[in-house]
Nanobody, 123 residues
Framework: QVQLVESGGGLVQAGGSLRLSCAASGRTFSTYAVGWFRQAPGKVREFVGCIHWNGNNKFYTDSVKGRFTISRDNAENTVYLQMNNLKPEDTAVYYC????????????????WGQGTQVTVSS
């Protein structure tokens, strides 16, 4: 069993940066891939990016490529989402999620979810 808790959200102006954290409990966390998703009001939850358990393999949705970076520290059981050059359209609740299977962008592929953290980008 893995429990995930996100933190680091907040209000930022367009062009600014935020770093989200996803803290995990559970001894098998280091063997899981972790994805970040977001959900804006009235919209479906969408994939942002994912990182392999080894920390070296990652992929992102096109809209955040070059602006967002995922990293992880398995010794600290934490995954990070560094968000730079934020835009108003990045406003959403951001979720981290764990999966035993790397390479998927569908929510149905992820077994464990955090409660989410709000990111608001003002123009």
């Amino acid at each position: 069993q893995v429990q995930l808790v996100e933190s680091g959200g907040g209000l930022v102006q367009a062009g600014g940066s935020l770093r989200l954290s996803c803290a995990a409990s559970g001894r098998t966390f280091s063997t899981y891939a972790v994805g970040w998703f977001r959900q804006a009001p009235g919209k479906v939850r969408e994939f942002v990016g994912c990182i392999h358990w080894n920390g070296n393999n990652k992929f992102y949705t096109d809209s955040v490529k070059g602006r967002f970076t995922i990293s992880r520290d398995n010794a600290e059981n934490t995954v990070y989402l560094q968000m730079n050059n934020l835009k108003p359209e990045d406003t959403a609740v951001y979720y981290c999620a764990g999966t035993a299977y790397y390479g998927y962008s569908s929510t149905s592929a992820y077994q464990y979810w955090g409660q989410g953290t709000q990111v608001t980008v003002s123009s």
